[in-house]
């Protein structure tokens, strides 16, 4: 939901309100309001559209204004025509035609309107053409039938967000004004501050997880019952104990000095004049051990300490999320034991014996498929073994609540760096899109988080097709996958029609997971990200080109993610930010092998 906040009059005040970054601000050219506005429109930041409000104005008028405040929208609040509107539309300006309405009101007079302008406002029907400062009768707008955008204004304070909210109404852009004045055309700052941290806190809970552990259809905590006091020890801690000072300081302190954050954004400019558009690379391939999942294994691991777990257990697939479990049990001094298939522990070699170097215990697990499947099973019965003393380190955003939340939350400073760097470089926090490949979810989870809300904000999750969508060799889970129960977790996942998982498929170790966590099938579901699989061909591809271009070498689940260049369109002016998870050291062999080197 857009914030437009009318009625700036005075430079000071302006520029104060303009810092907590509305999506726009209107200015009123109507000689009779207390809230007329000729002076001077302050510098503003580039994301700020300014609206010019009119009342019948003469056409000149309105384009001489255009002109000289160099306005983005038109707001008209009076009786202009359609044809009216229909000759404003030959600028390149946007158009926001009000309509008022108190009890009643007859939706069929829209109808000339659909074609010629941009969005609709409805206003309260009263005394003044606008600034009426008292709502209407909301109830009617379940009436209403159209696509275009509407903005809702009159009398709107935080109360009636939270109505709003509530009422599930379609609303492009609330619009507020009086509720938040001193004096006419005079906002006042610290309610305006407020209105914005009450806007985040009460939007977070569309995307983000619910207070029982659900995103949406998906989530929950799907477990056995042996299993239930280990994970609602987890529950009822977790939010508490990683809101203390004291933990934040030591997880902040060890991301900066342990694993070198924040990580930069940068500018990859051969890559931007390519394609013509501006790419940023949030370089999470430069955190300590190669990639983002040590974010989340340092969270964990403080949660462990303070919960009083003195043993560590862990199951990897590839091994990389061993390899992070392992390296901070030994910054600990905690000890670690890590279950891999059988099958993996052949096909991972070096990684084992990073583990091991790091003193871990690598456990085969000799049952089933002997791969990650497998040595999940062997770590959940580990961890009923061992209520008191152990402690479950899980790598992604997958397993039961609360773990996809919480890895989601200790990832999430990727999306807030993002924002503070962005805002740095471009004047602005949100980019056009945030790309990131999907494994379980957990490094997209992190670069998503601060935008799930801000639906200006492109999301593009990017999962494994493998040898091809369709080929029976793949790991394009939201495509192929139907809802079922993985880990704990009720998700979209890779099934028989019997509901035996699938074994998946990838090129990439990371990627190869018959699932996503619960955020991305909620995320899928509803659209708010689009969902892209590519096959190991074009990430290949793309892990030689991104080597050759900027002089990095992604890990071949990070080159997914670059392949949607390929794919998709983007503006000369979009800001699209790809997190490049991880640092492709790894994959060397399986580059070796594939070109031939
Ligand atoms: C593990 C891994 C992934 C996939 O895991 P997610 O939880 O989906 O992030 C992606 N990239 C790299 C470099 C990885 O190591």
Excluded at 77 to 82: A, D, I, K
């Amino acid at each position: 939901m857009k914030l437009k906040i009318c009625g700036m009059k005075y430079p000071e005040n302006i520029v104060e309100v303009s810092k907590q970054h509305p999506d726009y601000l209107g200015f009123i050219f109507y000689e009779k309001s207390t809230r007329y506005f000729n002076g001077e429109i302050p510098e503003l930041p580039k994301s700020i559209k300014k609206v010019g409000v009119f009342v019948d104005a003469p056409w000149e008028e309105i384009i001489s204004k255009i002109d000289q405040y160099d306005l983005d929208i038109v707001q008209l609040h009076g009786n202009e025509t359609p044809e009216f509107c229909k000759l404003l539309q030959q600028t390149p300006i946007e158009i926001i035609k009000v309509f008022s309405v108190n009890d009643d009101f007859n939706f069929e007079v829209l109808a000339p309107y659909e074609a010629v302008c941009d969005y609709f406002l409805f206003d309260t029907k009263g005394k003044l053409p606008g600034g009426n400062g008292i709502p209407f009768n909301w109830k009617i707008l379940k009436k209403y039938n159209s696509a275009k955008p509407f903005f809702l204004s009159g009398g709107i304070g935080i109360e009636e967000i939270d109505k709003i909210k509530k009422m599930n109404l379609p609303v492009h852009g609330i619009d507020v004004n009086s509720k938040f004045e001193t004096g006419p055309g005079l906002k006042n700052a610290s309610a305006i501050r407020e209105l914005f941290l009450h806007k985040n806190n009460i939007m977070r809970t569309t995307y983000n997880v619910n207070e029982k552990g659900f995103y949406g259809n998906f989530g929950g905590a799907f477990i056995p019952e042996m299993l239930y006091p280990n994970v609602e020890e987890l529950r009822q801690n977790y939010l508490q104990i990683t809101a203390e000072p004291s933990f934040q300081q030591e997880f902040s302190n060890l991301l900066k000095d342990y694993v070198g954050r924040p990580t930069p954004l940068y500018f990859a400019e051969r890559l931007s004049k390519e394609y013509n558009t501006k790419i940023y690379l949030k370089r999470e391939d430069l955190c300590h051990t190669g990639a983002h999942k040590v974010n989340n294994t340092i969270g964990q691991i403080l949660l462990a300490k303070r919960l009083g777990k003195t043993r560590i257990i862990a199951e990897t697939g590839a091994g990389q999320h061993g390899v992070a479990t392992a390296t901070v049990c030994a910054l600990m001094g905690l000890e670690c034991i890590v279950y891999m298939g059988e099958i993996d522990i052949r096909r991972q070699a070096p990684n084992v014996a990073r583990m091991k170097m790091l003193g871990a215990e690598v456990r085969p697990a000799t049952s089933g498929s002997k791969t990650l499947k497998d040595a999940t099973n062997e770590a959940i019965r580990d961890w009923i073994n061992n209520p008191e003393n152990t402690y479950y380190i899980i790598g992604s955003v997958v397993g039961p609540h609360p773990y996809p939340d919480m890895v989601a939350r200790f990832q999430s400073v990727i999306s807030a760096e993002i924002k503070s760097q962005l805002l740095e470089k471009e004047g602005r926090e949100n980019p056009d899109y945030v790309i990131a490949c999907v494994g379980g979810g957990s490094n997209a989870a992190g670069a998503f988080y601060h935008f799930l809300d801000d639906d200006q904000v492109n999301l593009i999750a990017v999962e494994a097709a493998g040898k091809g969508i369709h080929s029976g060799e793949s790991a394009a889970t939201s495509a192929l996958g139907k809802i079922g129960i993985i880990h704990g977790s009720k998700t979209l996942l890779m099934q028989t029609d019997d509901g035996q998982i699938t074994e998946p498929y990838s090129i990439s170790a990371g990627l190869d997971y018959p699932g996503v966590g619960p955020m991305h099938a909620h995320l899928y579901e509803t659209k708010r990200a689009e969902f892209l699989s590519i096959t190991d061909d074009e990430a290949m591809h793309w892990g030689l080109k991104l080597s050759q271009l900027e002089g990095i070498i992604p890990a071949i689940e990070t080159a997914h993610a670059f392949a949607v260049l390929d794919n998709k369109k983007f503006e000369p002016t979009d800001i699209v930010v790809i997190n490049l998870s991880g640092r492709g050291d790894k994959d060397l062999n399986t580059y070796i092998d594939y070109f031939k080197f």
